[in-house]
Every structure is written in C-alpha cells, then in structure tokens.
C-alpha cells in the first residue's frame, strides 16, 4: 500500500474525505434544504416564537428569565467541557509511544507513524475548538435574547408594530444563538466518530456512518420529532408559524 506524506495512505485521505464530506452534507442538509425545514430543530425554532408571543401576555416575567437562565448555564456548561477535550486532545501528543504499543495489539494494522499520529491528535483538537467558539457564541446571544425579553414591551402594547417587530427581533436573535449551539453539539457527535481514525481509516468510515444515522434518526425519525408534531395536525399553533413551519420553514436571521 503506498505511503502519502506524513505516513497516511490513500485509506487514510478517502477517510477524512469521507469524514469531512458527511459532516458538511448533513449540516448543509438540516440547516439549508427543503427536507430539514421539518427536522426536530426547525420544529423547535417555531416554538421559540410561540414563546415569544406568549410572553407579551404576562406582565411578570420572572419564569421566563428562569428558562433563559437555565439555557444559559446549560451552554457555559458544553463551553467549559470542551475546554476540557481541546486540553485531553493535547495531552495525547504526548502519548504517542504508549499508544503506538496499545494500537499494535489490536488487530487494525500497523499502528500509524508519529507524525500521522500528531496529525490525528490535532485534527481532534480542531474540532473541539469549532465546538468551543460555536458553544461561546451561542451564550453570548442567548444573553442578549435576555436582554431582549427584558426590553420587551408591556402586554398593553401587544398590538403595536413596534411590539410585533421587537418579538421578531428577540425570536430571531433566539432561533440563532439555537443554531450555533446545534452546531456545536453536533461537532461533539461527529468527534466522537472522529476517533474512529484513531483505531483505523476504515472504523472512521464505519463511526462517521453510524453518527449520521444516529444524528438523522433524532432529527427526522424521533419520538420527539414526532411529539413536537402533533400540535401541527392539530392547529395549535399561532397560524403565521404554522405556514412558515410547514411551507418556507422558519425564518432565518
């Protein structure tokens, strides 16, 4: 089998290739296409505008900065865990010898150079720093989506253009700060088939496959996709987003 630069063989180039194209295919997917417009997440981003609207109906918002508080400390939480990975990612560059002996007693080959094994480890590290800025931003806007709700006007005011366009304005700022917390949410999941690599190029074929499977299956095929369905058939739903939800999809700041 010929050797490319750095010990890496063409298994190893049509993995990450295979890798890199099934993460961007997904994303573009849930978050671009026509088919994710009904996915898990876009049915929870019509969700953050009901929020939204209801919250005009009450004077005391006390509850609702208590959600947004939760969601906050929620993300701070992702946000130092990835700290934590970029750091045990890094902690592996300097296991390679240790690792080179574990590798060879499992039946996947020789084990990888040491330079193919640095690559590795700072491919890992690469992603777990996309996760982080991703997990940082999202905070970040979630605190100016509390912001937000506490400028929103009072429930006497619901029906002025004003009110409409601040709700729209919070709701957008919301449904952003969800998707770039997704995103790095879904770094994790494709991190951990990332470590595939580390065992073989082929068992990161096999791991990148079965993380977009499992990924999908939540998204599109769920007991939750289907639960945050139901109101849907049942016209529950404030009727504007009902039509975006279930025509354009929802908006996108």
Known sequence: MPAYLFGATWVDALAVSFFALEWSVYAY???????GRDSLSARMNAFREVWMRRLLDREVRMVDTQIMA???NGTAFFASTTLFAIGGSLALLRA????????????????????????KCLGLV????????????AYRLFNYVAILIGA?????????????????????????G?????????????????LGWFLSPWVLMATTAAVV???WRRQFASSAWE???????????????VQRLTTRGPPRP
């Open 29 to 35: 997917t849930l978050e671009k296409s026509a088919y």
């Open 70 to 72: 939760s969601l906050q």
């Open 96 to 119: 390679t010898d240790e690792a080179a002996a574990v590798l060879t007693t499992l039946p996947f080959g020789p084990p990888p150079s040491p330079a193919l094994w640095e690559i």
């Open 126 to 137: 690469v992603i777990f720093i996309y996760a982080f800025f991703k997990f940082a931003w």
């Open 152 to 176: 929103m006007p009072p429930a006497s005011q619901r029906e002025t253009p004003e009110t409409e366009a601040h709700v729209m304005r919070t709701t957008r700022l919301f449904q952003s």
């Open 178 to 194: 969800g998707r770039h917390f997704n995103r790095g949410q879904r770094a994790f999941f494709f991190a951990l088939g990332y």
């Open 213 to 215: 499977i499992v990924t």
């Open 227 to 241: 639960a945050m369905g139901t109101d849907l058939a049942g016209g529950a739903l404030h009727p504007p987003i």
